[in-house]
């Protein structure tokens, strides 16, 4: 049964050969896979630059929502709630 507080992923099929350690259409924590996923650019001599798990690659669901930026009400602004 799906933990709604915890995130998945699950890798797609199209992509399975880029990713020997994984199993393509399986949904797993996203800690664990985005955890093998680095290993593997590792020991490879791979870095990333934004995210370990390519989006392209990758479906996700469940977690919690991303933070979002603290916006303030025009009334808040003034100070005046």
């Known amino acids: 049964m799906l933990n709604p507080m915890i995130r998945q ?3 797609r099929p199209e992509y399975a050969a ?4 994984l199993t393509a259409d399986t949904w797993i924590p ?3 896979a985005a955890a093998q ?3 593997m650019m590792r020991a490879a ?3 990333f630059e934004d995210r ?3 989006e392209k690659h990758f479906e996700f669901r469940g977690g919690l929502p991303a933070p979002r930026p603290h916006v ?4 808040a602004d003034r100070g005046g709630g």
């Open 9 to 11: 992923a699950r890798l």
């Open 18 to 21: 880029l990713y020997p350690g």
């Open 30 to 32: 996203a800690a664990e």
């Open 37 to 39: 996923v680095l290993a």
């Open 45 to 47: 001599g791979k870095t």
């Open 52 to 54: 370990v798990m390519n």
């Open 72 to 75: 303030r009400s025009r009334l």
